[in-house]
């Protein structure tokens, strides 16, 4: 079945300092891909959508200059937290959309999630 | 805009009892509507998915249904196992932008 690999898994990082979140599609291609962000005890927030050579599109209230986001293959999209800060100490899952499929009708792909915290 | 709200919040049975999870959300106009299992500091993974055009979808001991016009769905899970213990996350598909809005999440507790 389809798989999205999200790497790390967990990351500890001090105040100011960039992190880099991989999320790979492994045996599909993946056109579009999702961030999301999940406080404790809380749901899921998407945070922004990319789509394979395009820019990323930001929900509302997330910094696209913090969040950097970059989906630079049908295999691989990035999101970079850029001079982070204790609060923006989460747990980041990415999901993928297989190529040629329907939204309709096929499931998103999630990664295991990244569990990032800031000193 | 969508909002999805799952009652209840939490749930503690025990082990083999039939129980119901329920999931509203507010803007019928949607592409389907998933449940996925969450565990603790885990990603998901999906459950069952409903397109707008069906009623239900059953896997195994789990059956979701879809009412789309009163804005609800049911994840029943028969004969519930300390296994099951985890977050279930109703999730609709909006028409409008591919969106993909949570719910809160119902947290099970199974126990033996």
């Known amino acids: 079945g389809a798989v999205v690999s999200q790497h790390p898994s967990w990351v500890i990082c001090k105040s100011g300092t960039s992190v880099k979140i991989e999320c790979r599609s492994l045996?599909?291609?993946?056109?579009?891909m999702f961030w999301y962000r999940q406080f404790p005890k809380q749901s899921l927030m998407l945070m922004a959508t990319?789509?394979?050579?395009?820019?990323?599109?930001?929900e509302q209230g997330v910094e696209k200059d913090k969040f950097l986001i970059n989906h630079a293959s049908l295999t691989l999209s990035t999101l970079t937290v850029t001079s982070a800060h204790p609060e923006d100490s989460s747990f980041y899952i990415c999901?993928?959309?297989?190529?040629?499929?329907?939204?309709?009708?096929?499931?998103?792909?999630f990664g295991n999630g990244t569990r990032l915290t800031v000193t | 805009k969508q909002e999805v709200t799952q009652i209840p919040a939490a749930l503690s049975v025990p082990e083999g009892e039939n129980l119901v999870l329920n999931c509203s959300f507010t803007d019928s106009a949607i592409y389907n509507l998933q449940w996925f299992r969450q565990d603790p500091g885990k990603g998901l993974t999906s459950l069952l998915l409903i397109q707008s055009s069906q009623r239900e979808q059953t896997s195994g001991r789990l059956n979701a249904s879809l009412d789309k016009s009163s804005g609800r769905s049911t994840l029943y899970i028969a004969a519930s196992q300390p296994g099951d213990s985890a977050t279930y996350l109703c999730?609709?598909?909006?028409?409008?932008?591919?969106?993909?809005?949570f719910g809160g999440g119902t947290r099970l507790m199974v126990k033996p």
């Open positions: 999730a609709v598909l909006s028409n409008a932008g591919n969106m993909l809005t």
């Open positions: 045996d599909f291609q993946a056109t579009t």
């Open positions: 999901s993928a959309k297989q190529r040629d499929k329907s939204s309709y009708n096929s499931p998103l792909h």
């Open positions: 990319s789509n394979e050579g395009s820019k990323a599109t930001y």
